[in-house]
């Protein structure tokens, strides 16, 4: 049953999102939060009647396409993504057969909140990468090795691609400087952190990750930073530190610790 007041509130809302769409400035629709607790028979109802399409003008399998590429339109894009109970259609490819997984990566290689934020949204939505966006992903980091804000971004492009879960992804984010840490060793240079070699990783690592602390040293010595951190520790902070970790090492979070193996397999060795 549609509730009278839901009504009211879906009602308004299709009748002002088309002028949102003229004039998205703000990055948001007033009264959007009155439809965050729907039943099944009002969501129903917003989605029979909201027409994407005609109110974008284009395929209604390609809304959300179309949208990645419209700058100007980012800020109706984002109102679609905050609302759950609109439908949105996400694995459609465009006219040149790209996913928007790659129409991300095109335009929002720059927007590290963007994709901090809302990349995992298309995973919550629904969104699941083809084989396509791993190539894509591999011409992307040829064009990142010389930027290091847009190295950093292809890392989480290329840890949603790997997970390609938004439950994982979520979590991966969260603990994303126990990431970035082992990504650090693993291109033996800071990664995601201002420390100016690795040594500042190590110390920082063994001594505020300590959940991850095994898969932590194993990296260092898979990767073949461990004897460069050691000789670097002229003061023996880290073996202080590393010491501390093996007298009260905390249990590991068993959770986290396999999306790590998943992210980099060459840790289960």
């Known amino acids: 049953m549609i509730g009278y007041w839901q009504k009211i509130n879906i009602d308004n809302y299709l ?17 959007q939060n009155s439809l965050e607790n729907l039943n099944q028979e009002e969501i129903d109802y917003l989605n029979t009647n909201l027409h994407l399409d005609k109110i974008i003008g284009v395929d209604k399998n ?9 700058k100007a339109k980012h800020n ?16 459609s490819l465009d006219d040149t057969q790209k996913s928007i997984f790659q129409l991300m990566i095109e335009n929002f290689v720059d927007e590290t909140y963007m994709i901090r934020w809302h990349l995992p949204t298309i995973y919550r939505r629904g969104f699941k990468n083809i084989k396509s966006d791993e190539k894509f992903l591999a011409e992307f980091y040829k064009t990142s090795l010389n930027n290091q804000k847009k190295f950093e971004n292809w890392c989480i492009f290329r840890i949603c691609y790997k997970l390609n879960d938004y439950e994982k992804i979520e979590i991966a984010l969260r603990h994303d400087n126990v990431i970035f840490s082992i990504l650090s060793f693993k291109q033996k240079k ?52 590393k ?20 992210i980099f397999p060459e840790l289960n060795d």
């Open 76 to 91: 109706f894009l984002l109102h679609l993504f905050a609302m759950s109970n609109v439908k949105l259609v996400l694995n």
């Open 62 to 70: 390609l809304v959300v396409n179309y949208l990645l590429q419209n």
């Open 243 to 262: 010491s501390d970790y093996e007298t009260y090492k905390p249990i590991q979070n068993d959770e986290l610790n396999k999306i790590i193996l998943e």
């Open 190 to 241: 800071p990664i995601g952190f201002n420390f100016p070699n690795l040594l500042g990783i190590a110390n920082n690592a063994i001594q505020h990750y300590r959940e991850s602390g095994d898969l932590i040293i194993k990296a260092m010595h898979k990767f073949d930073v461990w004897n460069d951190i050691v000789n670097r520790d002229k003061k023996g902070t880290f073996k202080q530190k």
């Open 15 to 31: 009748k002002i999102l088309p002028d949102y769409y003229k004039d998205c400035s703000k990055p948001y629709v007033n009264g």
